[in-house]
């Protein structure tokens, strides 16, 4: 997470603050690293602490099922991660070829 992080501010920073390139890649390792390292452990360990119990009130409200298997559709999921991950690979090499 940190890294395709990393990868987005050096991106999307000079977007939308108009600084340029050298200026964000200089602040990516001093601001940059420490804000989503703390941005990711917080997201994880929030997420380790409520999973089971908002999943235990979505089964017993009704909203998904009681069983543990999963079902045999397309994984939507690894679908999407893989999307992410080329547009990001596609801007990153815009950005490094002075197009973005």
């Known amino acids: 997470m940190v890294t395709v992080m990393m990868v987005w501010n050096y ?3 000079p977007l939308y603050m108009g600084y340029p ?3 964000v890649v200089e602040l990516l ?5 420490p ?3 703390l941005k990711s452990g917080l997201n994880a360990g929030i997420t380790f ?3 089971k119990p908002v999943i235990t009130a ?4 009704g909203y998904i099922s009681m069983s543990e298997k999963q079902s045999q559709g397309k994984p939507t999921g690894l679908i999407l991660l893989a999307v992410v991950v080329i547009i990001t690979c596609i801007l990153f090499i ?6 973005i």
């Open 35 to 37: 804000f989503n390292l």
């Open 49 to 51: 602490l409520l999973y």
């Open 21 to 23: 390139r050298e200026a």
């Open 58 to 61: 979505l089964r017993k409200g």
């Open 94 to 99: 815009l950005s490094m070829n002075g197009v």
């Open 11 to 13: 991106l999307v920073t």
């Open 29 to 33: 390792i001093p601001a940059f690293l």
